[in-house]
């Protein structure tokens, strides 16, 4: 172990975390603009308008697929370039934790932790080039701040040894894949809960200003069913690797340990939202929902059942 490397990366680690906490507060400046400017956008452009046609095309583009063009603040640029920031610091203290202890750093609670927060980061700023996704950016990076702190203050130990089943290159592979997927998870909840709140607003029930610079329910529900679909592909991936590092390690593919089996849990749910929406016709706030309860039992998975359930997974909870 090279104390150096540790220092370096617990300062790369409160660095990233102090980054965060600007963008995030930018992140919601940017969203408090939004809910101001909308309302004057549809007054002014309302009374302008001396025929009808023009307060009708402002509310068909309020609900549609594209967003009032409020999304390219100060607040919103400053914030994104805080997250990137942000963001090279963060990878830099999971780098410097896996050279510290020679292997990769997500052996046990913190290092996940660490590693997952990275990841799902990453994932954010790299999907901004598929699709505008920014308005997320208050979620993501409230939620990864927040799971970083209480992992540093909780769940920090020093780099130690790797118990021998976990002494495989099934550790790179599996624990990867399954970060990976909680990552589009992630923001699959995102969007689920922008959709409810948007499906509100549409229904004339109201909300957060902000909204009518987003897009409508619908569009929202799609790209959720998107990213979630990616999400399944690695999670399904997780499963079927964790199987065969188990019969590696253990000699037996399923046992019906507690991680495997939440493991299992989150697929089935996943599985049943992805079928009830192609098949069932599960639309709007019911394929929400489902979305959003299949990402709590990822962070159940990860919290409660790390920390309380005994089982061959127990080194976890480390």
């Not at 607040?75 to 990769?104: D, N």
């Not at 409230?142 to 702190?149: M, N, P, S, T, V």
């Not at 929202?220 to 199987?243: D, K, S």
Request: with cysteine; hydrophobic share 60%; net charge positive.
């Amino acid at each position: 172990m090279t104390p150096s490397l540790v220092t370096f990366s617990l300062i790369a680690v409160y660095s990233a975390m102090a980054v965060y906490t600007l963008a995030f507060i930018a992140f919601t400046v940017d969203l408090a603009k939004r809910s101001s400017a909308a309302p004057v956008a549809v007054a002014a452009t309302t009374a302008s308008s001396s025929a009808a046609g023009r307060a009708t095309a402002l509310l068909e583009r309020v609900v549609t697929d594209q967003p009032l063009a409020a999304g390219r603040s100060r607040a919103l640029k400053a914030a994104m370039a805080l997250t990137t920031i942000g963001w090279a610091l963060h990878a830099s203290a999971a780098l410097f934790r896996g050279l510290a202890a020679g292997r990769v750093p997500w052996a046990n609670m913190f290092e996940f932790s660490l590693t997952a927060t990275a990841i799902i980061v990453g994932v954010f700023l790299a999907v901004q080039f598929w699709q505008d996704l920014r308005f997320l950016g208050a979620f993501i990076v409230g939620f990864c701040l927040i799971l970083l702190g209480l992992a540093s203050v909780n769940f920090y130990v020093d780099v130690i040894p790797l118990p021998d089943a976990l002494q495989s290159a099934w550790l790179v592979i599996h624990v990867f894949v399954a970060i990976l997927g909680t990552s589009f998870f992630a923001l699959g909840a995102g969007l689920s809960v922008t959709q409810l709140l948007q499906a509100r607003r549409e229904a004339g029930r109201g909300g957060p200003g902000f909204l009518a610079t987003l897009p409508s329910a619908e569009a929202l529900e799609n790209l959720a069913y998107r990213v979630i679909l990616i999400g399944f592909v690695f999670w399904t991936f997780t499963l079927i690797a964790g199987a065969v590092w188990a019969e590696r390690a253990w000699g037996r593919y399923w046992g019906w340990d507690t991680k495997e089996v939440w493991t299992f849990i989150i697929w089935t749910i996943f599985a049943g939202y992805i079928h009830a929406r192609a098949t069932r016709g599960w639309r709007g706030s019911r394929s929400a929902v489902l979305a959003i309860i299949g990402f709590s039992a990822v962070m159940f998975n990860f919290t409660v059942v790390n920390l309380f359930f005994k089982g061959l997974h127990a080194y976890s909870g480390l």
